[in-house]
């Protein structure tokens, strides 16, 4: 009998007899090693299939990173609402190349570190992460960069400069919302249209009011106006008292400013309206951190709430006019969420980028985002001859019949420049009790003006 | 010239609140040879107390004086645990520096959490807001009042040092206090009694704080413990009338440097606090002296 020899693992080669437990044991073993072999090589076959071939069942998601705990889950209520309202319309149009849409809820508890953790292990854990949206000031620098790394798309509201700057990142990173410097050269055309020619300009110091500081000054100095004064606010100080006096003593016409920290901001008008005389009464244009309900209340408890609402002036992105979709939206959100209001700055945009990316996904065919991405800003801002669609269905639609689209959105038009940011008109409001705006624009800006005086803002800004 | 003569006006407003703090620091230093981290949540406490007293009516003076009750009682208990928790068995001062600390975040993480993130005030009339004039330099009623308590809450605690048979015992403890048990004081009962002054020094000192800066939240006052730890060192470490002494140089300081350059004002307090302790170590009012603990 001849002895057949088969390698056993780590026993070298052992005689075997045929018919014996030891054959039994080797064909064993060796039957599975090929069986196991099977199926790693179909598991890997099927992960190198174009991303297309997905079991129609399994559901793409689109990740919203934001604080969904804490003390600005604010944000994730609002964001998420967002998504999923979108998702809903995708869902009931037939969802995306037969895909149904999920919102993954990415807690990032409002902070950079945790938001990275929290980004890393949902990409980790979900295999069908499209996009992430979301990704707000102060946790973007963090996230982002791991969005792409994970080759899905991100759709940020930050204003951080150093995502503008990156061309790196653009092909996946689209903005949903204007740089801060751009927020900045806004504040200052608000102040020359208001008749402002003697402007003092206070800012925090910091990488927050950073931007809009650099935004401002170069704006101002585009238009042939010298600021007063142009300080840079230290936070946390027992007294701003030097600083008040030397601006009033600047004898401006308004304060351009933004002071991120409510106490400081409180301490610093406080002092001004001491240095004023007892009482503040200078016009004061600031941005959208003054609207925040503990910065209303610092503020208003220094200098008076009647200071507050008579002089001061909020500039942000003005509100879009009415469109179809942002009917929409308002239409759907009580149903997900009465809890909080539809905030036009946030909820829009995310709710255009989320079916933005969807019918970039049934332009192209193919869930891979390196096909799908360009094809967003393309949809934002049509070709010409090309459909103009207001809902993902119209747009599905419009695509069946093999025409190009156009989509305009809850926000109306969003246009993408070739870094994937934008330039929003932007409008003054009054500043109401408890921070909310006042419902007319004072001023509006348009994107056009804020483009041109924005010539010479530093592109290094950090 | 004229906006540096105004930025000492300005300075001796905001030092103030920080020297009474730094009294209170100092006079913990002192006796218990503890740098008590932690003391800036005696200043919270005082700040969110007197605003739980304020419906009391009779504001401030009731509201601010239960506060510094209230306030002391906290100290005595902070200082329980850290006499007898820590002190007694020798503990490295590194640990001392650790468990203030920590009973700091602790107080921080409570008043957090009852009182949330909002910024809170006092009432000013505004008859006294209107400004007056005092040797050139502009201030309103309201920082006069404020200046004026500050003085007199560091004369009378002076006054008690000097004159008193509370003070005489503080004294000796503080210069040694092995001798002083020896002698036959009552070293414990006296070292509890300092925390409990302490605590309604830093009561005060955080009253008088949220006045001069218009608000108070249960994060704003972390930024002050620099400024008191320079106002203490600067004046001399564990001497109390030196708090008035480091508060004035320290709030004049930041002011003068803010009219040149806002951004470096917080900085001024380091700088003032290397440049005296390089000249005087021991400060502008310190002598050196041996601590010896019982």
Redesign the interface.
Known sequence: MHNLRARLPGKGLEPIARGSTQVTRVARSTGGLIALLAVIALIAGCGAASSTSKNTTTPITFGVAAAFTGPTSYDGAIFGTAVKIACGAINKAGGVLGHRCSMDAINTLGDAADGALAVRKAFATDQNLEAVLGLSTGEATTEVPIVIANHAVAFSIAGNQTLFNNSKLAPYLYMDQPPDSQTGVALALAAVKEGCNRPALVFQTGPDAAPAAAGTDAALHNVGVTPTANISLPQGLPSYSSVASQVVASHPQCLVTEIDDPASAGTFFGDMATALGGKYSLKTISDDVATAGPWVKAVGNAIGQSALTGDFQIVQPATPPTTPGSKFVAAQWPKYHSGVPVTASFSEPLYDSAILAALAMDQTHSLSASKWSPDVAKIAAGEPGGTTVYTYAEGVKALKAGHAIHYVGAIGNMHWDSEHSQTLPQAAYGLLAGGALGTKAIITIGGRQIASASKGVAKSIQ | ME?VW??V???L??GS??AVAALGFNLNLAVSNVINVGFIAFMMVGQFMAHVFWPLGLGPWLPTALACVATALVAVLVGIVVEYGFNKRSAAPFTLVIVTFAVASIAVSVLSVVFG?????FPVP?SL???VSVLGLTF?WA?LIVLAMAAGIVAAVDALLRWSSFGRSVRAIADDSALAKAAGLRVDTVVFAVWALSGGLGALSGVL?AY??????T??D???FV?IVAAAFTGGAGKPLGSAVGGAII?IA???V??AS??L??VAAFAVLVLVLVVRPTGVLGKARQVTRA
């Open positions: 906006a105004a930025a006006g300005f300075g407003v905001s609140a920080v993130t909002s910024a809170y005030s505004q807001l209107s400004a309103t920082q704080l001069t800066v218009s608000n108070f939240t994060t704003s972390e930024a002050y400024l709030g930041g002011s003068l803010a009219v806002p951004s004002s917080p």
